[in-house]
Nanobody, 115 residues
Framework: VQLQASGGGLVQAGGSLRLSCAASGFASDYHSVAWFRQAPGKEREGVSCIRSYSNGPTYADSVKGRFAISRDNAENTVYLQMNSLKPEDTAVYYC?????????WGRGTQVTVSS
């Protein structure tokens, strides 16, 4: 199982970015995939999750209405569309998957939002 996150970068407040989590070694549509983030000096926090057994994704309150998680089963990729970005969204974003009760993390991608 491997998770490859990409799409981070530097953006001005109010801008948008789309993160990608390319999965290999498992079919992402049959397992839960989530995005977490960790800002400097803070604990890692959950941002959004998409599950195989639920119709609706979940979001942290801080990103509701601004972020959207989706998946492309053909590409075995989960996306995080981030709109109306704020400086407080600055963090390293990590892709996470639970595959047969085992936890996997991808390498993070840096998102920096300037004010």
């Amino acid at each position: 199982v491997q998770l490859q996150a990409s799409g981070g970068g530097l953006v001005q407040a109010g801008g948008s970015l789309r993160l990608s989590c390319a999965a290999s070694g498992f079919a992402s549509d049959y397992h839960s995939v989530a995005w977490f983030r960790q800002a400097p000096g803070k604990e890692r926090e959950g941002v959004s999750c998409i599950r195989s057994y639920s119709n609706g994704p979940t979001y942290a309150d801080s990103v509701k209405g601004r972020f959207a998680i989706s998946r492309d089963n053909a590409e075995n990729t989960v996306y995080l569309q981030m709109n109306s970005l704020k400086p407080e969204d600055t963090a390293v974003y990590y892709c996470h998957a639970v595959v047969y009760d085992k936890y996997y993390w991808g390498r993070g991608t840096q998102v920096t939002v300037s004010s």
